[in-house]
């Protein structure tokens, strides 16, 4: 007889965890999952491109966005967080909708620059103005365009603010999360 099933035997057979302890469990392994990356995917609502210029700094050597976890993602599947530069264009409504809803939850939004927060361009004909009539907006970075170094303060900012929707996340019996 081994060690092992000496004590399981002594100590009676295993019981079974509660849901408590589940969801838990559930819990801190989503917490665990973001802890070590963050996939990240940029969207274009129709901005000059100096947002974009900025955000691909982030990517160079100087200021190394990989030692954070950060990494940027072509696919809406595949990201944690939508970063989304310049004002809502109304043609790009529909786009914008179905790129968030094919992100996994929990997800993040940022609204990153001026036009994005509404600041630059009012609501017309053409835009919305800024992102949060289109999009629930989770952080906002000001700026035109926003210095990589903010961009970096934002992004962190958004890991706190996923952390709270993991801890607020509620399972089912059967490991589901709503």
Do not use: N
Not at 49 to 62: T, V
Not at 92 to 112: E, N, Q, S
Not at 145 to 166: C, F, I, M
């Amino acid at each position: 007889m081994t060690a092992a099933s000496a004590a399981e035997s002594s100590a009676g057979p295993a019981r079974p965890a509660s849901t408590a302890e589940t969801a838990e469990a559930l819990r801190r392994s989503v917490a665990r999952q973001f802890r070590r990356s963050l996939h990240i995917r940029t969207l274009d609502t129709g901005s000059c491109a100096a947002c974009e210029q900025e955000i691909r700094l982030l990517a160079a050597p100087h200021y190394d966005l990989h030692r954070l976890g950060f990494f940027f993602t072509p696919a809406p599947r595949h990201a944690d967080l939508l970063m989304v530069t310049g004002p809502m264009i109304r043609a790009f409504d529909i786009a914008a909708r179905k790129t968030y809803a094919a992100m996994p939850g929990p997800k993040l939004v940022v609204a990153t620059g001026a036009c994005a927060l509404g600041g630059v361009y009012s609501s017309d004909a053409f835009t919305h103005g800024g992102i949060g009539e289109t999009l629930p907006v989770d952080v906002w970075i000001p700026g035109c365009p926003p210095s990589p170094l903010a961009l970096l303060q934002g992004l962190l900012v958004a890991v706190d603010r996923l952390a709270e929707k993991v801890r607020e996340l509620t399972f089912t019996q059967e490991g589901d999360h709503r």
